[in-house]
């Protein structure tokens, strides 16, 4: 069965610095997202992107966030300059036309700031 | 703006025994609904959904009706197995938007 990859599974990284986390959605989906979820709290929407624009984002995808589809199968997630309360799990997540409001979800990279 | 409760975890169970787990809704407008499951080390799997009032969405024995007149869309399954154990998301995502509301979660442990 297709599912979503991302990778790494855990990255430590030093306050200020960037980070870009990568995912692989189902290849014939168009939809895609960036979900986060800080330890002991909700998981919250980031971020859509379809046909290579974003478009949705939440209040907290800031202008430190930004994402990419750098060739047909990636999906990018930077951080330009993290802060220590960006220490989450991030998911990414997609869905194909049909099955828009179907999100299928990886299994999320730990993102720790020192 | 919207939001979704559920019912504090942890829960634990006997092998065999009735499940229900609480989730409750705020929005405005007709949201689809969803149950989520992330089982250890895994990401969040679609378990079931439901796009309207009084739809029952259905999976591998665990079903929830959504109940408009209570804003409502409780999980249950007659008899959990030790596979079961995980934790549960309920979420809604509301016509037009693309973003998936969360609640917190509910850990379920189902002990043999």
């Known amino acids: 069965e297709p599912e979503v990859t991302q990778t790494p599974s855990h990255q430590v990284t030093q306050m200020g610095q960037e980070v870009i986390l990568r995912c692989v959605p189902i290849?014939?989906?168009?939809?895609f997202y960036w979900y986060r979820q800080i330890l002991g709290q909700k998981v919250e929407f980031l971020v859509s992107?379809?046909?290579?624009?974003?478009?949705?984002k939440s209040e907290i995808f800031d202008d430190q966030f930004s994402v990419e589809r750098p060739d047909g199968s990636n999906f990018t997630l930077k951080i330009r300059s993290t802060k220590l309360e960006d220490s989450a799990m991030y998911f990414c997540?997609?869905?194909?036309?049909?099955?828009?409001?179907?999100?299928?979800f990886g299994p999320g990279t730990r993102l720790t700031v020192t | 703006g919207d939001s979704v409760t559920q019912m504090e975890g942890p829960v634990t169970l006997s092998e065999e025994a009735f499940l229900t787990i609480n989730c409750t809704y705020t929005?405005?407008?007709?949201?689809?609904l969803f149950w989520y499951v992330q089982y250890p080390g895994e990401g969040l799997q679609l378990l079931l959904k439901?796009?309207?009032?009084?739809d029952k969405g259905s999976n591998k024995g665990f079903e929830a009706t959504y109940r408009k007149e209570t804003t409502s869309f409780h999980l249950e399954k007659g008899s959990v197995q030790v596979s079961d154990s995980a934790v549960y998301f309920c979420?809604?995502?509301?016509?037009?938007?693309?973003?998936?509301?969360f609640g917190k979660g509910t850990k379920l442990t189902v002990n043999p």
């Open positions: 439901a796009t309207k009032a009084d």
């Open positions: 997540a997609s869905s194909s036309r049909t099955g828009k409001n179907e999100q299928y």
């Open positions: 979420a809604l995502i509301q016509g037009g938007s693309e973003k998936l509301v």
């Open positions: 992107f379809y046909n290579n624009e974003i478009s949705e």
């Open positions: 929005a405005t407008g007709y949201p689809s």
């Open positions: 290849s014939n989906h168009l939809y």
